[in-house]
């Protein structure tokens, strides 16, 4: 019956979607037919011709109400509709070009910016690293519990691991592993990122075909080979070798070591390789000095990737590699390494990085504080499209009001004016995909302009679009849902009649439009003046110890073992060079280096339990140590030259004053004892101002300085002189590589590699500038909109006003203390946004040298003057308008 | 004008059926026969039967077509189709059976 019934109608269905025009004309005949035939009836009951034609007119009904009732029972009525709002829409964009241009301009910016954005991130962070195959690429994250601070650590695996896994899984055909390391090519001062690889590396990435040369061999990767070869990023060979057509074959050196270029990867996997140079992993010895890693079966260090061999899931890899880490785990504990009772649980991953649990929730966080001022750009935007549609909706009152008048139903209005949102949404997010594309590049090359091994490759997926897709969504429903709302409420009667006073916009929607505006400048202002402000107190600010005349001279030796003689003999040569060097005047060690964030220790008093203690910065220095850096000393003494190291049996240590205050408010620290992690106890002899060495400005914490033993060996070495920065660096290199020829990092002032800081964190705050510049356009603009639409509004109020005796000040007034009231509301609103924000920005950032204060008043401040400067001079044009009022003129319209 | 019940505008297309199951009619006719027929019960506008019918013809339970009639005219004439008289049969059957059942209950809250 159903199919039959079908089957019977289908021609039918098909000819009412395909023969419009003639079913239209069939039923206006049909009707006429109908009133025709009614008004001879009533002609014959003696109406007269007028009577009957009124009559049957009457009898019928509502004509066009009917025939769009009628026209709903037609199949396809829907698409009908959609296309009648479609040209509708196009037919009121073309009427305001102007307008729509403005609109379609503002969402092309506000969901091209944030589109772009999400693009990068989402092949940063989201996606699979690798193009070929997805579904079977895996990373293996151990997480390890029984770690001594009684928490679970996220970490990588030890070479031992790697081999076990490697030679006992069958749920995975291929396993890789690789661990970053910061090394530098040639001679310099600016780190490469290096990765230390295993040599099927690019295969399981699915890179199997070199931009030239060749990757590596498998032999390349036996431990007793340690082949020196080395293949290189398409953007580092790029931008640091001029991409030299016959690099393949040539020596470059790595942290001193040579190693032959091979092969050059090309820059299309480039985004998803971790580095710019790439070394077999058993260099790693080599490469970093200090530590052998790739024999060390406890140390874990790499991480691991790999493919599953057809027919396994992520399950089955999962279940036999905790089998293999168990065994892994038995033989670790027997051989008693470590107090470290281990226990690996493992988790397989996709290898994206937002799946990764070691850096899950940065990355989230991340994502948040970039997409989150980026949705309040694209909020924006859908405000100050909405108060163009607004104003449009209310201008053209008189029209919507004949339509309802008319017959057409309130909820096909609300159609109608959706579509035209929709229209424009559509045609601003289509225009926003060039932003979209362009956008990452941008803001790539402006961060990374200097390294330039970070090229983002763009496949925009289904995530992409997905998030296109919400983002047009929301902007279509948030910029139409106030101008349906005011054709909803629209009164038939005085719309029709023309009193446009009775139905002016309610000044809670101006004044709300203007406060969101403002509120959401606010957020995105306060991010600017926070970002922009950064590179300056770097630059500005009193460490409390000397970075000028205070160079540092990075060494990298082997202090191990076999190579201690060796080592302490250069470090002995190296130490009476330097102070042969004229022009320095001291040398001292310390264990931290200043603007990095040391892991602080548990420090306790004489009588405290284990685990009772507070956090301390442990600072290992040598007795020179204050004298160069110029730190003050505010009681006591400090050490003196031969005086028994921290680990000998003299006990003596120097407190800063913020460890004084912390440990013994008010009492006196001289004298008193504390006790260090490893239970040895330093009597306080001194105490030194406190520095600002660990976040930008900021007063550092508890610090405990301890005496660094005279045999100790390594360590940062740090030279104080008078004069000239540069010719000092000169001679300190030659004085280095005079004793050693492979020793490559370049000396610098404390206050040089400040500059660098300070510069990586311009070009970010040169991204931010310009995005908020672009927000605040908008919300200058957004107010100016509003403003001048709501006084548009009020021309008869105003004018009336006049006539009754206002002045033209009391006017002028009245529009702007109404908008003040609106900022004053918006920035409140603002605060309520930009504090929580700032409180998880400031958690992200614990372990980085930049200060952020729980409430920031100087940001906010600022942030607050300048958006209310701004949108004073955006008031000012709508209220002067709002002043010449002629009331002559409105009472004539009257 | 009071509004017609509920009811009884429900059963509009099962009325404009039964008529057309007579003979086919135009719509002029049709609304003619429906005032005859149903008196002044069923109070709508003559348009309103428009909707009615075409939604009819979509479902396929009435055939339309292009008729000469007096005096060179032409009009759309409405006949049941197979469908529609079977589609028909079964609704009547069903008002029947519950118009039976409500009587039912209504008399007996009547006693």
């Not at chain 1, 309802?404 to 424009?424: C, D, F, Q, Y």
């Not at chain 1, 201690?564 to 022009?583: D, I, N, S, V, W």
């Not at chain 1, 033209?808 to 946004?833: E, H, N, P, Y």
């Not at chain 2, 059963?11 to 003979?23: F, G, P, S």
């Amino acid at each position: 019956m159903w199919i039959e019934n079908w089957l019977y109608t289908l021609p039918l269905r098909l000819r009412s979607l395909i023969r419009r025009e003639r079913l239209d004309a069939d039923l206006d005949e049909e009707l006429r037919d109908h009133i025709d035939r009614q008004i001879e009836e009533n002609l014959a009951r003696g109406m007269s011709k007028e009577q009957a034609r009124l009559a049957a007119l009457r009898t019928f009904g509502n004509l066009v109400s009917l025939r769009g009732q009628t026209h709903e029972t037609w199949s396809g009525a829907w698409l009908e509709q959609i296309g009648q709002n479609f040209r509708y829409a196009i037919r009121s964009a073309r009427r305001a070009p102007l307008l729509s241009a403005m609109a379609i301009l503002a969402l092309a910016l506000g969901i091209g910016l944030d589109t772009g954005v999400f693009t990068m991130l989402n092949a940063m962070f989201l996606r699979a690293p690798t193009l070929v195959d997805p579904a079977s690429f895996v990373q293996l994250c151990p997480r390890y519990s029984g770690w001594f601070t009684g928490a679970d650590q996220n970490s990588a695996f030890t070479t031992e691991d790697f081999d076990a896994i490697r030679s006992h899984s069958h749920a995975l055909n291929e396993v890789a592993a690789q661990q970053q390391y910061a090394a530098f090519v040639e001679e310099g001062n600016k780190y490469i990122t290096t990765l230390l690889a295993t040599c099927n590396y690019f295969h399981v990435l699915g890179i199997d075909r070199p931009l030239m040369g060749r990757f590596f061999a498998s032999e390349e990767c036996k431990r007793s080979n340690r082949a020196q070869v080395a293949v290189l990023s398409e953007p580092l060979w790029k931008h640091q070798f001029g991409a030299d057509p016959r690099i393949v074959g040539k020596t470059i050196h790595l942290n001193g070591v040579p190693v032959a270029v091979i092969g050059v990867a090309p820059s299309d996997a480039a985004n998803y390789l971790l580095g710019g140079v790439f070394v077999p992993y058993t260099l790693e010895p080599q490469l970093n000095r200090a530590q052998d890693l790739l024999a060390s079966p406890d140390t874990p260090w790499l991480s691991m990737i790999g493919r599953l061999r057809a027919g396994f899931t992520r399950d089955d890899a999962r279940a036999e590699l905790m089998a293999v880490m168990n065994r892994q785990d038995r033989a670790y504990v027997e051989r008693k390494v470590s107090a470290f009772n281990r226990k690996t649980t493992l988790a397989i991953t996709n290898g994206s990085f937002i799946e990764n649990p070691n850096v899950h929730n940065l990355v989230l966080g991340l994502m948040v504080l970039m997409l989150g001022p980026l949705a309040l750009i694209l909020l924006l935007a859908c405000s100050n499209v909405a108060t163009l549609f607004l104003s449009r909706t209310l201008a053209r009152r008189g029209e919507i009001a004949i339509r309802l008048a008319m017959g057409v139903s309130r909820s096909r209005l609300a159609g109608m004016l959706l579509t035209e949102s929709l229209l424009t949404v559509f045609i601003g997010g289509t225009l926003s995909m060039v932003l979209a594309y362009r956008v990452p590049l941008l803001i790539m090359n402006t961060m990374a302009a200097g390294q330039a091994n970070f090229v983002v490759l763009l496949h925009p997926d289904w995530r992409v679009f997905g998030y296109l897709a919400i983002l047009m969504a929301a902007a279509t429903i948030l910029s139409s849902l106030m101008p349906i709302r005011a054709a909803w409420k629209l009164d038939l009667l005085t719309a029709l009649k023309g009193r446009e006073g009775a139905v002016t916009v309610r000044s809670r929607t101006t004044s709300g439009l203007i406060a969101t505006q403002i509120a959401l400048g606010f957020v995105l202002v306060c991010a600017a003046v926070l970002f922009g402000r950064i590179p300056g107190l770097i630059r500005s600010m009193n460490p409390g110890f000397e970075i000028h005349q205070t160079l540092a001279v990075p060494v990298d030796v082997n202090t191990s073992g076999n190579n201690r003689a060796k080592a302490e003999a250069f470090y002995q040569a190296l130490e009476a060079k330097l102070l042969a060097t004229p022009g320095v005047q001291s040398m001292a060690y310390a264990s931290v280096q200043p603007f990095n964030q040391p892991s602080p220790e548990e420090i306790r008093l004489p009588r405290q339990a284990k685990g009772t203690g507070q956090p301390a910065t442990v600072d290992d220095v040598s007795s020179s140590f204050f004298s160069a850096f110029g730190i003050r000393v505010l009681r006591g003494r400090v050490f003196l030259p031969g005086e028994v190291g921290s680990t000998g049996t003299g006990p003596v240590a120097v407190v800063s004053q913020a460890f004084a205050n912390q440990f013994w408010p008010g009492g006196d620290p001289l004298g008193k004892t504390i006790v260090m992690p490893d239970d040895h106890h330093l009597t306080v002899v001194g105490i030194v101002a406190d520095t600002r060495s660990e976040r930008f400005g900021v007063l550092d914490g508890p610090r405990v300085y301890t005496l660094r033993s005279a045999s100790a060996l390594g360590g940062n070495l740090y030279v104080r002189f008078l004069g000239g920065a540069k010719p000092l660096e000169t001679a300190v290199r030659d004085a280095v590589k005079s004793l050693d020829p492979t020793q490559t990092i370049a000396p610098q002032t404390i206050w040089e590699s400040l500059e660098d800081q300070a510069d990586g964190m311009t070009s970010l705050a040169h991204i931010i500038l310009v995005m908020t510049s672009i927000a605040l356009l908008m919300a200058v603009a957004g107010v100016y909109g509003v403003l001048s639409f709501a006084v548009n509004q009020r021309t008869r109020e105003f004018g009336i006003k006049m006539v009754l005796g206002a002045s033209r000040a009391v006017v002028f007034r009245s529009v702007l203390l109404r908008a003040i009231k609106s900022i004053a509301i918006g920035l409140m609103c603002g605060l309520a946004i930009a504090e929580p924000a700032m409180l998880l920005f400031n958690r992200l950032l614990t372990r980085s040298p930049f200060p952020l204060h729980r409430f920031d008043a100087t940001v906010f401040g600022a942030s607050a003057v300048l958006l209310t400067a701004v949108s004073l001079i955006a008031m000012y044009l709508p209220a002067i308008r709002a002043m010449r009022t002629d009331p002559i003129q409105v009472l004539r319209t009257e | 004008m009071s509004k017609p019940s509920d009811l009884i505008q429900g059963t509009l297309d099962l009325l404009v059926l039964k008529i057309l199951a007579l003979e086919p009619l135009h719509g002029w006719a049709l609304s003619q026969r429906l005032k005859q027929i149903s008196g002044d019960v069923l109070q709508v506008s003559d348009g309103s039967l428009y909707p009615a019918l075409h939604k009819l013809e979509q479902q396929g339970w009435i055939h339309a077509e292009w008729r000469p009639t007096e005096n060179n005219r032409r009009a759309k004439f409405y006949s049941l189709t197979r469908l529609g008289r079977r589609y028909l049969e079964k609704e009547a059957a069903n008002w029947e059976r519950s118009s039976t059942a409500i009587s039912g209950v209504l008399r007996l809250t009547e006693v």
